[in-house]
């Protein structure tokens, strides 16, 4: 959701990656939908970790920042950084994975997640770039 709503925000003149401690390959299919209420498409997103970011090349020092948003991540990214000069911030949210027991309750917990990357983004980076509003 992160990568896909930072995108949608502030274009092409912020590079985007989303890395997790482990790879599920496929993105949520509730991650999905409520990201499309706000007008954002991550359907063909897949995920990758941080180990296979390093395999496929992607050096860490080419960036500036790395937000971690679980405690899992945080830890991962502090020993990954140990060796590069680049900021880590922590952005706690919700994991609402296996949370809600109706499809409803299950959506309201996701949304909850968007909207805490959202403000978290807003807040960080300033309100979307003109014509990219949610």
């Known amino acids: 959701m992160a990568e896909g709503i930072t995108k949608k925000f502030y274009g092409s003149d912020t590079y985007v990656q989303s890395v997790g ?8 299919g509730f991650s999905v939908a409520v990201c499309e209420e706000i007008g954002v498409e991550i359907d063909r997103h897949q995920t990758r970790s941080f180990d296979e970011m390093e395999e496929w090349g992607d050096d860490l020092s080419g960036f500036d920042l790395i937000i971690a948003m679980s405690p ?17 911030e922590y952005w706690p949210v919700l994991d609402p994975t296996g949370l809600g027991e109706t499809r409803e309750a299950k959506l309201a917990a996701y949304r909850q997640t968007r909207d805490q990357i959202v403000e978290r983004l807003i807040g960080r980076f300033g309100p979307p770039m003109q014509g990219r509003k949610p």
Do not use: M
Request: glycine share 0%; charged share 40%; hydrophobic share 30%.
């Open 21 to 28: 401690v482990r790879n599920d390959r496929e993105v949520d």
């Open 72 to 88: 899992a991540s945080l830890r991962r990214a502090q020993e990954l950084t140990r060796y590069y000069h680049l900021d880590v």
